[in-house]
């Protein structure tokens, strides 16, 4: 099995943002060993505070957004960085190449009992006609990420990344301390009848929503025998689909704060957009492909649906 290192270059990627992406690996693996500790290490559990999201924050939260944060500032090739815990950019370099966003425990929710979570990040060229401690360096639309992936925290840690080419997954090798080529390429099956949302929103959805959902479930031949798969993380919701099709959904609803429901744009639907479509699968958001939205804030949401081909469609088709 072949090296990340090894990979990257065989792809053609330039050597500062392969240091780049090594600098952000060799911090998830410090996540991954604070997350395998669990309450040995005294990191589960809740904090008084809550982050710009209105989510009550989990000690591991701020513990990895810290570990994260500090690295990349650290690294002179960072001009920016922007995490979903913090209220705004920070700035690092200002000359550096590159800016990087991150949510550093997606499905932060599961870390009290052990469930799935995940570090998600992406890579974007710096703006040299904008200060390197403005927001505006993010407000660039999804097809200018150069790289786009996440590690997913459990029995073994993957990295599931892509910098423009082929969605490749990796395993971290404890033995030697890297990342390993596993899968050469995921690709996301055109057709499943796999899908993952949180059903309890039903009541909240607009009609056109609940119709497709009352087809998929009790009318439509077409989808019978659709089976919810749903982990309350969208990284290993994602990662099943990336492995074996179905589709991951977050419809807007009718409740204050959710009118575009609760995906943030830069942080989860763009990185998880980018590895869908080379994957060979599709992300919309209101019929329109995701990575083509035009970001106006830092945390700004959108409804997501990604993933097969022949469900994203069909979803599309009646809602939209």
Same mark, same amino acid.
């Given at each position: 099995?072949?090296?990340?290192?090894?990979?990257?270059?065989?792809? @053609?990627? !330039?050597?500062?943002?392969?240091?780049?992406?090594r600098t952000i690996l060799a911090t998830t693996k410090e996540i991954a060993f604070r997350v395998s500790q669990g309450e040995l290490a005294g990191v589960l559990g809740s904090t008084l505070n809550e982050n710009i999201q209105g989510e009550v924050q989990k000690k591991l939260d701020v513990i990895a957004n810290q570990l994260?944060? *500090?690295?990349?500032?650290?690294? *002179?090739?960072?001009?920016?960085?922007?995490?979903?815990?913090?209220?705004?950019?920070?700035g690092a370099h200002p000359e550096g190449k590159y800016i990087v966003a991150f949510d550093p425990l997606d499905g932060s929710s599961n870390i009290d009992v052990n469930g799935q979570i995940g570090t998600i990040f992406t890579i $974007?060229?710096?703006?040299?006609?904008?200060? $390197?401690?403005?927001? !505006?360096?993010?407000?660039?639309? @999804?097809?200018?990420?150069?790289?786009a992936g996440y590690v997913l925290y459990g029995p073994s840690s993957l990295l599931v990344m892509s910098t423009g080419g082929p969605t490749?997954? $990796?395993?971290?090798?404890?033995?030697? @301390? @890297?990342?390993?080529?596993?899968?050469?390429?995921?690709?996301?099956?055109?057709?499943?009848? !796999?899908f993952s949302v949180n059903m309890a929103n039903y009541r909240y959805w607009d009609e056109s929503t609940q119709v497709y959902f009352d087809k998929l479930l009790y009318t439509s031949e077409e989808f019978d025998k659709s089976s919810i798969r749903y982990n309350a993380a969208m990284v290993g919701d994602v990662h099943r689909i990336l492995c074996r099709g179905g589709v991951f959904m977050y419809p807007?609803?009718?409740?204050?704060?959710?009118?575009?429901?609760?995906?943030?744009?830069? $942080?989860?639907?763009?990185?998880?957009?980018m590895l869908t479509e080379n994957a060979g699968g599709i992300a919309?958001?209101?019929?329109?492909?995701?990575?083509?939205?035009?970001?106006?804030?830092?945390?700004?949401?959108?409804?997501?649906?990604?993933?097969?081909?022949?469900?994203?469609?069909y979803f599309d088709s009646i809602v939209y």
């Open positions: 099995m072949k090296r990340l290192n090894k990979v990257l270059k065989e792809d @053609g990627v !330039e050597t500062d943002l392969i240091m780049l992406i994260l944060k *500090d690295t990349l500032i650290d690294d *002179d090739l960072v001009k920016t960085v922007a995490s979903e815990e913090e209220d705004n950019a920070v $974007y060229p710096a703006k040299v006609d904008v200060p $390197y401690d403005s927001d !505006e360096q993010f407000n660039q639309p @999804g097809t200018n990420q150069v790289c490749r997954c $990796y395993t971290h090798d404890l033995t030697h @301390g @890297g990342f390993l080529l596993t899968k050469p390429e995921l690709l996301v099956p055109s057709k499943s009848r !796999e807007q609803d009718t409740r204050a704060g959710n009118e575009n429901g609760k995906i943030r744009l830069l $942080y989860e639907a763009n990185p998880l957009a919309t958001s209101k019929g329109r492909r995701i990575l083509d939205i035009q970001p106006d804030d830092l945390h700004q949401r959108v409804p997501v649906i990604l993933g097969s081909s022949e469900p994203v469609n």
